[in-house]
């Protein structure tokens, strides 16, 4: 008998019937309702492409174009490090985490206070992801208050590469901010085309609700399709504020402004990369504040990234986050049901690690906690293995003549193929507990996360892509006040 291959577990929230009638709505919100597009050139090329004037500067997208441009979105898109000797596949039911991006503030684990993130910060955050390897991707996770903030955005991309090797999550501030970007990213790879080909990045483009394309955002989506660069929508409908207060209403509106950025990158340059995306919220009418850890938060990603799969796209979500202003019980409830319920979706990038206080502020302790969090999940999608084509008998036989569990050779041979041991994670008794001082779980993230920064992460530049990088981003920067130090 041969053995049986296991069975990944998976939640689905929708019934097809009522993807196919969020879908249809979405399209006819888009062909009757329209989107406001502030960029007066992705007007041009949407009205080219077949879109029609709507009221002011709404444009009326109809299914025709939509259906076009979703046939033309690629069903794939393929990472690589910078090394270039690592591929990730993201589509189909993929799952790769990152940490959340351009978070302000920084979480002080001494003090338990949260400060505005600077430059040494970002090198430390950068350096803690290289070594954490549940997190597949980096983000560009922190904004710099020590840099003019005209060069935020590209300032966040020359520190992660100095430190971090992986493929990155980021994102423009400014129009402009794109071209130093790509300079950048470009000089990594070896060239544009080499770019286009084994691309290292994902660009974030948050259209803003309801159905509303600013210039910034705009740009964006147009830079990446050009440059073939993956652009990751990230809707953020907020239920009864931004957005309808029903899930299915959010929902709607959520698709509908997938859909319209999908159809200016496709109508810019078909077969650009795109991703479905974003980071919506079932809006606090009690505090006024957008809760990523509310479960109907998490049902709304859920249900989008389930559409978006019924028509072969790539998706992104905001999940494994807590709103907690501290690394405490909150958090890690609100970050691990997040985290299982994004990999049971099958959701192709989950965004948020080490994210707290509504996507504000980054935890490097709680960054090492979400490691642990998302080994978890992905050990729950490998599913149950059957090990040996007999998978008890025999052992029992040996225990009879007198042999034990701890010692015997299919222990030894199958312990750690099956089970996972978390390092930060309290498994002993409470009499250890106190003799350790009774620390909390972020006190022993704390300590984890000084004895991996101790440890050499062994990637670094060559000195002569260092000095090409420093040159791209003085010759961006200078002109701002931007100076930069000496090497690290």
Same mark, same amino acid.
């Given at each position: 008998?041969?053995?049986?291959?296991?069975?990944?577990?998976?939640?689905?929230?929708?019934?097809?019937?009522?993807?196919?009638?969020?879908?249809?709505?979405?399209?006819?919100?888009?062909?009757?309702?329209?989107?406001?597009?502030?960029?007066?050139?992705?007007?041009?090329?949407?009205?080219?492409?077949?879109?029609?004037?709507?009221?002011?500067? @709404?444009?009326?997208?109809?299914?025709?174009?939509?259906? &076009?441009?979703?046939?033309?979105?690629?069903?794939?898109?393929?990472?690589?490090?910078?090394?270039?000797?690592?591929? $990730?596949?993201?589509?189909?039911?993929?799952?790769?985490?990152?940490?959340?991006?351009?978070?302000?503030? /920084? $979480?002080?684990?001494?003090?338990?206070?949260? @400060?505005?993130?600077?430059?040494?910060?970002?090198?430390?955050?950068?350096?803690?992801?290289?070594?954490?390897?549940?997190?597949?991707?980096?983000?560009?996770?922190?904004?710099?208050?020590?840099?003019?903030?005209?060069?935020?955005?590209?300032?966040?991309? $020359?520190?992660?590469?100095?430190?971090?090797?992986?493929?990155?999550?980021?994102?423009?501030?400014?129009?402009?901010?794109?071209?130093?970007?790509?300079?950048?990213?470009?000089?990594?790879?070896?060239?544009?085309?080499?770019?286009?080909?084994?691309?290292?990045?994902?660009?974030?483009?948050?259209?803003?609700?309801?159905?509303?394309?600013?210039?910034?955002?705009?740009?964006?989506?147009?830079?990446?399709?050009?440059?073939?660069?993956?652009?990751? !929508?990230?809707?953020?409908?907020?239920?009864?504020?931004?957005?309808?207060?029903?899930?299915?209403?959010?929902?709607?509106?959520?698709?509908? %402004?997938?859909?319209?950025?999908?159809?200016?990158?496709?109508?810019?340059?078909?077969?650009?990369?795109?991703?479905?995306?974003? &980071?919506?919220? &079932?809006?606090?009418?009690?505090?006024?504040?957008?809760?990523?850890?509310?479960? %109907?938060?998490?049902?709304?990603?859920? +249900?989008?990234?389930?559409?978006?799969?019924?028509?072969?796209?790539?998706?992104?979500? *905001?999940?494994?986050?807590?709103?907690?202003?501290?690394?405490?019980?909150?958090?890690?409830? %609100?970050?691990?049901?997040?985290?299982?319920?994004?990999?049971?979706?099958?959701?192709?990038?989950?965004?948020?690690?080490?994210?707290?206080?509504?996507?504000?502020?980054?935890?490097? #302790?709680?960054?090492?906690?979400?490691?642990? /969090?998302?080994?978890?999940? *992905?050990?729950? /999608? #490998?599913?149950?293995?059957?090990?040996? #084509?007999?998978?008890?008998?025999?052992? !029992?036989?040996?225990?009879?003549?007198? %042999?034990?569990?701890?010692?015997?050779?299919?222990?030894?041979?199958?312990?750690?193929?099956?089970?996972?041991?978390?390092?930060?994670?309290?498994?002993?008794?409470?009499?250890?507990?106190? +003799?350790?001082?009774?620390?909390?779980?972020?006190?022993?993230?704390?300590? #984890?996360?000084?004895?991996?920064?101790?440890?050499?992460?062994?990637?670094?530049?060559?000195?002569?892509?260092?000095?090409?990088?420093?040159? /791209?981003?003085?010759?961006?920067?200078?002109? *701002?006040?931007?100076?930069?130090?000496?090497?690290?």
């Amino acid at each position: 008998m041969a053995l049986l291959p296991p069975v990944r577990p998976q939640t689905r929230l929708l019934s097809p019937s009522l993807v196919s009638r969020i879908i249809d709505e979405a399209m006819e919100v888009l062909a009757t309702v329209g989107v406001l597009i502030e960029h007066p050139e992705a007007k041009g090329i949407l009205l080219g492409g077949g879109a029609a004037e709507g009221h002011g500067e @709404r444009v009326l997208l109809p299914r025709t174009l939509v259906e &076009s441009s979703l046939a033309t979105a690629p069903r794939r898109i393929v990472l690589w490090d910078v090394p270039g000797g690592r591929s $990730f596949h993201v589509g189909g039911n993929d799952v790769h985490f990152d940490p959340g991006s351009a978070a302000l503030h /920084i $979480f002080d684990h001494a003090t338990r206070s949260q @400060r505005e993130a600077v430059t040494e910060d970002l090198v430390d955050f950068h350096s803690l992801t290289q070594r954490l390897d549940s997190f597949h991707f980096q983000s560009t996770g922190l904004v710099s208050s020590d840099v003019p903030r005209e060069v935020a955005d590209c300032y966040r991309l $020359f520190i992660a590469f100095q430190h971090c090797g992986k493929p990155i999550v980021t994102g423009t501030f400014v129009q402009a901010g794109f071209r130093p970007m790509q300079e950048m990213l470009s000089l990594l790879r070896g060239g544009a085309e080499q770019l286009r080909a084994r691309p290292l990045a994902i660009f974030d483009a948050c259209p803003s609700p309801p159905l509303k394309w600013s210039p910034l955002t705009t740009q964006s989506v147009l830079d990446c399709a050009r440059a073939g660069v993956p652009s990751e !929508f990230v809707a953020m409908p907020l239920t009864g504020a931004t957005a309808p207060v029903t899930i299915t209403g959010a929902l709607v509106q959520h698709v509908a %402004e997938n859909f319209s950025g999908i159809a200016i990158a496709q109508c810019c340059s078909p077969g650009a990369p795109v991703i479905f995306g974003g &980071s919506p919220a &079932s809006f606090d009418h009690r505090k006024g504040t957008p809760p990523m850890g509310a479960m %109907e938060t998490m049902m709304i990603d859920m +249900a989008y990234s389930q559409i978006a799969k019924s028509v072969g796209l790539p998706t992104h979500a *905001y999940m494994g986050l807590s709103d907690s202003n501290c690394v405490d019980a909150q958090a890690g409830l %609100e970050s691990g049901m997040g985290a299982v319920l994004a990999a049971l979706g099958g959701i192709n990038v989950v965004s948020g690690g080490g994210m707290l206080a509504y996507e504000n502020c980054i935890s490097l #302790e709680k960054l090492v906690i979400d490691h642990q /969090i998302v080994r978890m999940a *992905y050990r729950l /999608i #490998e599913g149950i293995t059957q090990r040996d #084509e007999v998978m008890a008998l025999d052992v !029992f036989r040996d225990i009879l003549r007198g %042999e034990d569990f701890m010692g015997h050779p299919h222990t030894v041979k199958w312990l750690r193929e099956d089970h996972w041991y978390p390092r930060v994670i309290d498994r002993g008794g409470p009499e250890e507990w106190v +003799a350790e001082g009774k620390p909390t779980l972020a006190d022993r993230a704390a300590v #984890e996360r000084s004895r991996l920064s101790a440890g050499d992460t062994g990637y670094r530049l060559e000195p002569p892509v260092l000095t090409e990088l420093q040159r /791209i981003m003085l010759a961006y920067g200078k002109p *701002y006040g931007l100076t930069l130090p000496g090497p690290r």
